[in-house]
């Protein structure tokens, strides 16, 4: 998998070059490009920015910068989305599907009040919102979906952190986890998980992300 990010902004990529995301750029599990919008202007200020014809608040995204820094990564084979509360909701399952059937993804970060509504007429496939909030840009979101992503390609997590996973995939919450010491402040680690009994545990664990689901999250219970 490639992912391209492009942003007038590169530096705000920087937690990505670190921890698990970081090491598994590091063994090459997957390539990471950050391009700046602002390099491909043609403007001699280097001006990615302007006006909205018609009026209205705030400035939007210039489309040559765009357009040039898009086709520069553009190859048969990518696919292009922008990050903006108008796409569709990020899910999971969403997740999974890029993961799975993309081999180069680009991902263009909006700022100010938006982009030329020709580039999304042009160049891109789909529009993704991490949810249903205004930011000051497209950045965090792309980097939500980058490590989202990140977490199903080979190499990138250890393979006893991928079982994990499991769990939301079948629209139920984690069970409640424990981990030494067995007793603290009074509160001590539920019996049957130091029994020993895999198949109590297996049990056990299944009710309790049953009840957690029910409590916190009922609305997942009811879908699909
Ligand atoms: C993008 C918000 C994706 C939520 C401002 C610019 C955004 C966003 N999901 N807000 N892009």
């Given amino acids: 998998m490639r992912i391209d990010i492009l942003t007038l902004f590169p530096e705000m990529f920087a937690p990505l070059k670190t921890s698990l995301i970081g090491k598994a750029l590091e063994r090459d599990a997957f390539e990471l490009n950050i ?5 491909f202007s043609q403007d001699k200020h280097k001006k990615c920015d302007d006006y909205p ?84 840009g497209g ?14 390609l080979p190499n990138v997590l250890h393979s006893s952190d991928s079982v994990v996973e499991e769990s939301f995939e079948n629209n139920l919450l984690e069970y409640p986890q424990y981990t030494r010491p067995a007793e603290f402040k009074g509160l001590k680690v539920p019996a049957v998980l130091l029994s020993g009994n895999h198949k109590e545990i297996a049990d056990f664990r299944k009710e309790q992300a049953i009840e957690m689901t029910k409590l916190k999250r009922p609305d997942l219970l009811e879908e699909d």
Avoid at 35 to 39: A, H, K, L, N, S
Avoid at 140 to 152: E, F, G, K, S
């Fill in 35 to 39: 391009v700046d919008i602002r390099e």
């Fill in 139 to 152: 950045e965090l979101p792309a980097m939500v979906l980058t490590d989202a992503i990140c977490r199903y």
């Fill in 53 to 136: 014809y018609g009026g209205g608040a705030g400035m939007l995204m210039t489309p040559q910068p765009l357009y040039d820094a898009i086709t520069s990564v553009k190859t048969d084979d990518s696919h292009i989305i922008y990050l903006s509360p108008s796409g569709r909701t990020l899910k999971q399952e969403i997740v999974k599907e890029f993961a799975t059937n993309y081999k180069h993804l680009v991902l263009v970060c909006g700022h100010y009040e938006g982009i030329d509504y020709r580039i999304n007429q042009l160049l891109i496939d789909e529009e993704i919102s991490v949810g249903d909030y205004v930011l000051t």
